[in-house]
C-alpha cells in the first residue's frame, strides 16, 4: 500500500532556529497536507498543497508540493516553544471530496528555550 | 462553531468486551472519517461516510468493527468483542462537501487489557 515515509521520530532545535522536515512517498499524490498535533488533542491543519511545484506559506510555515509528487517539505523559521508538537504529513490521491488520506508516522518536535 | 467533538475521550475495557466511540462532525459537514493510530505507527484511515452512506470503508480492520451513521449526522464506531491490538487512538474528522480539508477531534483513547 501507499507509505508516507518521515524521518527522523524525534527533532530537537533550540529557540529561534529554522527546521526543514521532509516527507517522500514512493507512490504519487495530488493532494499534501501538514498537520499538527498538540499533546491530547487531534490533528488540526497547518497548510494544505493542491499543486505540483506549489509552495505556500502560512505565517512562519512554508511548506512545498515536490515536482515529482512524490514529496513534500514543510519549513518552520524563527521557532518558538509552542512550536512543539507532532508534524504529520499526509497525502491523498483525491483532490476533492474522497480524502482518504494516507499519513506519515510523525516527527516529534522539541523547542529547548 | 463548535469543532468536531469525541466521545469518550478515553475508555479502559478488558479484552472481550465492547466499546463504542462517538463522533460528532461539525455541523453541515456531509463527510465524515474515522481513523486509527496506533502508538508509535501512522495514523490509518479506517472509513468514509458521505452523509449517510459508506463510501469507503477499505481501511476496516476486520469484523470486529461496526461504524454507523444514521441519520447522516453523528456516528458511531463500534468494537465488539474487543481485542488487545485494538487499542490505540481513535479519530474521527469531518469536511465540507467537494473539500479535501478535514479537521479532527481529539481523539478517543482506547486501551483494552
Known amino acids: 500500500g501507499q507509505q508516507l515515509n518521515q524521518s527522523p521520530q524525534s527533532m530537537f532545535i533550540q529557540e529561534g532556529e529554522d527546521v526543514s522536515m521532509n516527507c517522500t512517498s514512493s507512490s504519487i499524490f495530488n493532494t499534501w497536507l501538514w498537520y499538527k498535533q498538540d499533546p491530547g488533542e487531534g490533528p488540526v491543519l497547518l497548510i494544505a498543497?493542491?499543486?505540483?511545484?506549489e509552495l505556500t506559506s502560512n505565517g512562519r510555515l512554508t511548506a512545498q508540493f515536490g515536482i515529482t509528487r512524490k514529496d513534500s517539505f514543510l519549513n518552520i523559521s524563527a521557532s518558538i516553544p509552542s512550536d512543539v508538537g507532532i508534524y504529520f504529513c499526509a497525502g491523498s490521491y483525491y483532490t476533492g471530496a474522497n480524502s482518504k488520506l494516507t499519513f506519515g508516522k510523525g516527527i516529534t518536535l522539541s523547542v529547548r528555550p | 462553531e463548535a469543532g468536531v467533538t469525541q466521545f469518550p475521550s478515553h475508555s479502559v475495557i478488558e479484552k472481550g468486551q465492547t466499546v463504542t466511540l462517538r463522533c460528532d462532525p461539525i455541523s453541515g459537514h456531509d463527510n465524515l472519517y474515522w481513523y486509527r493510530r496506533v502508538m508509535g505507527k501512522e495514523i490509518k484511515f479506517l472509513l468514509h461516510f458521505v452523509k449517510e452512506s459508506k463510501q469507503d470503508e477499505s481501511g476496516m480492520p476486520n469484523n470486529r468493527f461496526l461504524a454507523e451513521r444514521t441519520g447522516g449526522t453523528y456516528s458511531t464506531l463500534k468494537v465488539q468483542p474487543a481485542e488487545l491490538e485494538d487499542s490505540g487512538v481513535y479519530f474521527c474528522?469531518?469536511?465540507?462537501?467537494?473539500?479535501?480539508?478535514?479537521?479532527f477531534g481529539e481523539g478517543s483513547r482506547l486501551t483494552v487489557l
Open positions: 474528522a469531518s469536511s465540507q462537501e467537494g473539500s479535501g480539508e478535514l479537521f
Open positions: 498543497l493542491y499543486k505540483a511545484g
